[in-house]
């Protein structure tokens, strides 16, 4: 399986039209991959909060539309990042949108873990409830978004609904970097699952970017890492391998707390 991520460049010079045809003409130059991956909020950029308002957009909006083009003119599944939805009903959410190589809605995922504490993504933005799985023809992908990697229940419920490749966007600030590729093996190791997880490049809301998506495999090994720049970082692996990694280490049938309790 091949799959590339996309680092994109988020920078303040550049309009969000501009930088929606340039993301779509980078998707359509990944044509012969299996698995194309954006980053989270690149539209507007993750702590851009006052943009949120204003770009927020329907879930077949603008950005919908160029993805969904893109996609099939790449003949690729694309997990194209994530956007600000604004629903019928007036609510923002940090909604990821994933398209089919003939360019159909997959699935979409409202981000359950809204960053910010008291202010920002945390007050602006709804929080999503379900947690989403996409079944890919040779794997099964399980979608989270950024803040969510420090919070492994997660990811074992994505785990437990047949996930064996763990696809995270984000926009992730540089100051903890440390903290970005901690967690991403940490999940990969805990779950024995591939674990992508693709972030922004550049600097937006005066915060500068980590940069360095990251591509690890179900024992921990990183097999692919970005620089800080904006970047393609293309892959390839076996999804079999988590599989035989679960069957040869099964740490995961000696769970005990978390299941469902005896019945009986």
């Not at 915060?207 to 990183?222: K, L, R």
Request: glycine share 8%; proline share 6%; net charge negative.
């Amino acid at each position: 399986m091949r799959a590339s991520l996309i680092q994109i460049a988020v920078n303040e010079d550049e309009t969000v039209e501009a930088r929606r045809v340039r993301a779509a003409a980078l998707v359509r130059e990944q044509a012969g991959a299996d698995l194309v991956v954006l980053p989270e909020l690149w539209t507007t950029g993750a702590f851009a909060y006052e943009e949120f308002d204003a770009a927020a957009e329907p879930l077949r909006g603008p950005t919908y539309e160029a993805m969904a083009k893109a996609a099939g003119d790449a003949g690729v599944w694309l997990h194209a990042g994530s956007v600000p939805e604004r629903d019928p009903d007036g609510r923002i959410y940090n909604t990821s949108l994933l398209f089919s190589p003939a360019g159909d809605l997959a699935a979409s995922y409202r981000k359950i873990h809204r960053f910010g504490f008291d202010k920002g993504e945390a007050v602006l933005m709804g929080a999503g409830r379900e947690p989403v799985t996409v079944r890919l023809p040779e794997t099964t992908l399980g979608v989270a978004t950024c803040y969510d990697l420090r919070f492994p229940e997660l990811f074992r419920s994505l785990v437990d609904a047949g996930a064996e490749i763990l696809v995270v966007p984000a926009g992730w600030p540089e100051r903890r970097r440390s903290h970005w590729t901690l967690l991403a093996q940490a999940r990969a190791v805990e779950n024995q699952a591939f674990v992508l997880a693709c972030g922004t490049a550049g600097t937006h809301a005066g915060v500068p970017q980590a940069g360095h998506s990251i591509v690890v495999d179900p024992w921990g090994e990183v097999l692919a890492e970005a620089g800080a720049d904006e970047e393609v970082l293309t892959v390839e692996f076996d999804p079999e391998r988590v599989a035989r990694t679960r069957e040869q280490f099964p740490a995961l049938k000696d769970r005990v707390l978390g299941l469902d309790p005896p019945r009986g």
